[in-house]
């Protein structure tokens, strides 16, 4: 049975990979009929139901999964970019401060956390996430400089790093 899974798994990660979100999904079904709390299968499903546009699905999909792994932050962070995608950033916010709660030196989810206080709350804790996020991750500094820039346009305000 866990070799079985272990194909399944393969094959729906290729799948995935590939673009093939169906076929993937039916390799996951298969996984999750038999180990409903299979981590892999569940960040899958949520993977493949967003690259098809099945947000809704998806979002459950994640939540399933942190529900059964709530320490797991590349899926907190994939179920707050989803948020953010579907217009409701004061539950990405929600998934932004626990990754950082999780691990406060990830640049990535700092950021994120910026870009929603920025969006739901006070644009000097946002700006301050950002700055942090660049200083643990100078990689992020173009796409935060293009955030606050898009920030200062739509709101009227300069931002600076």
Known sequence: ????????LEKAEYSAEAGH???????VRQILEADARNITALSLKGFCLARMGRRSEAIGAFLSAIAELPGHNPLRKSLAQLYIETDKPDLALLQYNEAVRIDPSDGESLLGLGVCRLAVTSGEEGIRDIRVAVQLDPELREQAEKICKAFSLEKGIKLKL
Not at 1 to 8: E, F, H, P, V
């Open 1 to 8: 049975m866990t070799s079985d899974i272990g194909a399944l």
């Open 21 to 27: 979100y169906n076929e993937a999904l039916a390799a």
